[in-house]
């Protein structure tokens, strides 16, 4: 028997709706790092600034590697908004709750043996090491709480209220922001006052996300404990998750291999090529946000057995992700010298980035495909194409790289670009077969 069909309207202003919410929260994110460096700089030891650099390189390893409740609960959420399963709802958020709870506390237990893999690797000196295991067994007290806070909002852009996440990363960075310098340096408490404003900021932000959450599911039927823990459902689960874990390591090898062979081609070039990897970062709060966009509308239209949605939200969202790589390319082409400037002060520095600033500026236009397509496999729930494809243009990299390396860093650069634009070349050709599996019923 054909799935029921629940039609919905696919707008300009529903993009946008989506997606400026989302790019503003990302963009929240760097300003904290600063502001954290600027108190600790403040302490006047470069131990406890080289210790909260460190420390935060191992956290965000950490969390990142969980990263998927966010993806992964959006994608579910969507599809389960789709088919007004309001039941399956309010089920989706409780199992990935119980995951981040059940993961944040696996990482908080492992905690000593994070602390010596990432120190024997790292080898930072012992005044670094002793600031870092100081930052980093009080910010894993906060693993639990980041984790719920990341399935929160992956739940809340699933039913398409990103405006409600911005509201709560704005509150979890404003108030880690004010904490950093209250408890960092008012109250002297140093490089541990840090770490303990991220954790109580990250309390904070959870208990109003599941406040917000409590309210918006307040008069629905609550989900049986069959319903919770259905083994089917879980097991989705745990595989969705499994496969955007495997893109992530895939996606962050990538990038640690660039940066790699840009150290071993000297100082400059490693420095150069810092400095204009920020362009793909700054490049990235843009495209991820109507990457999400994508991720609601078309894990609506999936769950709610609506091709025409999906087409629409499919061709709506790229419109607009083509449009903005574009500008930001343009943008970085004219104003790159500037923004390269504004970084670097060193001038042998920046002669050596200006040398592959077209190669950098282009960035976003080679990438706007692979933001694109991961999107909609997101919020599809197609993770296991979206690993494998991965992996393909992971190996088409290193390939690239081989081929392009008596090129030295402009090889370099050239397989990065390669390795873009296979992620989502390799994606849109598997894209109709996909769409045709998917509603073959309707």
Request: hydrophobic share 55%.
């Amino acid at each position: 028997m054909p799935s029921p069909t629940h039609p919905f309207a696919v707008t300009h202003r529903m993009v946008f709706n989506l997606a400026v919410p989302m790019t503003l929260a990302y963009l929240t994110t760097p300003l904290l790092g600063l502001v954290d460096t600027a108190v600790v700089g403040r302490l006047g030891e470069a131990s406890l600034i080289g210790g909260l650099a460190v420390g935060a390189i191992l956290i965000d390893l950490a969390l990142t590697t969980f990263n998927f409740l966010r993806s992964g609960t959006t994608g579910l959420t969507a599809q389960a908004f789709g088919r007004a399963d309001a039941v399956e709802i309010q089920a989706t958020l409780l199992r990935s709750l119980m995951t981040g709870a059940t993961c944040g506390l696996i990482l908080l237990a492992l905690t000593p043996l994070l602390l010596a893999i990432g120190l024997y690797l790292m080898d930072p000196g012992d005044k670094v090491a002793i600031a870092t295991q100081q930052y980093v067994q009080i910010r894993m007290f906060g693993a639990p709480l980041a984790l719920g806070n990341y399935a929160v909002l992956g739940w809340l852009i699933g039913l398409g209220r990103t405006k409600t996440g911005l509201l709560l990363q704005i509150v979890l960075n404003g108030t880690n922001i004010v904490l950093s310098f209250l408890m960092g340096l008012q109250l002297g408490f140093g490089i541990e006052g840090v770490a303990a404003a991220t954790v109580i900021s990250e309390l904070l932000a959870l208990l109003l996300g599941l406040s917000i959450c409590h309210r918006l599911l307040a008069g629905g039927e609550r989900p049986s404990s069959k319903r919770l823990f259905d083994r089917a459902a879980l097991w989705r689960l745990a595989n969705l998750n499994a496969d955007i874990m495997l893109r992530s390591f895939a996606l962050l090898f990538a990038f640690a291999f660039f940066t790699a062979q840009g150290a071993d081609l000297g100082e400059q070039t490693l420095a150069a090529n810092a400095v204009l990897m920020n362009f793909l970062m700054i490049a990235s709060y843009f495209l991820d946000g109507l990457a999400t966009s994508a991720e609601q509308l078309v894990g609506r239209a999936i769950g709610a057995n609506y091709r025409a949605g999906f087409v629409r939200s499919l061709r709506l969202t790229l419109a607009w992700n083509l449009c903005m790589a574009a500008l930001l390319s343009l943008t970085f082409g004219l104003f790159g010298e500037a923004l390269i400037a504004v970084m670097t002060t060193l001038e042998s520095v920046r002669m050596e980035a200006s040398h592959y600033l077209l190669l950098a500026a282009l960035l976003p236009l080679t990438g706007v495909l692979a933001f694109q397509m991961d999107g909609v496999f997101i919020g599809a729930t197609w993770s296991r194409e979206m690993s494998r494809m991965m992996l393909v243009s992971l190996s088409a990299y290193l390939i690239a790289w081989w081929l392009l390396r008596d090129f030295a860093n402009t090889g370099l650069w050239l397989a990065l670009h390669i390795f873009l634009l296979v992620r989502g070349l390799t994606l849109s050709v598997r894209l109709p077969v996909r769409v045709r599996q998917a509603f073959r019923q309707s």
